[in-house]
């Protein structure tokens, strides 16, 4: 897994996590129950379907979509580990 330093501070500023630098901290600093709302909500504007369909129109057929350790580590229901 490749490590990146693409994060945006002032993204985390506004979801709510001022001096937060990642998903990891934000969440430390807002607690878990805000967290998972304010990350969805991120995550469910961040790309949408309509963005897929441009790249579509000019020839974009790849997609790479960089995930987090945290992501990799989670724990899946029937998923045995």
């Known amino acids: 897994m490749e490590v990146e330093s ?3 501070p002032n993204v985390y500023s506004t979801l709510g996590c001022p001096g937060a630098v990642d998903e990891w901290t934000c969440c ?3 607690g878990k ?3 998972g709302a304010a990350l ?5 504007s961040f ?3 309509a963005d897929i ?3 579509k129109i000019y020839g974009i057929n790849t997609l790479r979509i ?3 350790k ?3 580590e989670a724990e899946l229901p029937g998923v045995q580990t």
């Open 66 to 68: 960089p995930t987090s």
């Open 53 to 55: 369909d441009y790249m």
């Open 40 to 44: 969805e909500a991120r995550y469910s």
């Open 33 to 35: 129950a805000k967290c």
């Open 28 to 30: 430390e600093t807002i």
């Open 70 to 72: 945290y992501q990799a």
């Open 6 to 8: 693409g994060n945006d």
């Open 47 to 49: 790309i949408t379907t």
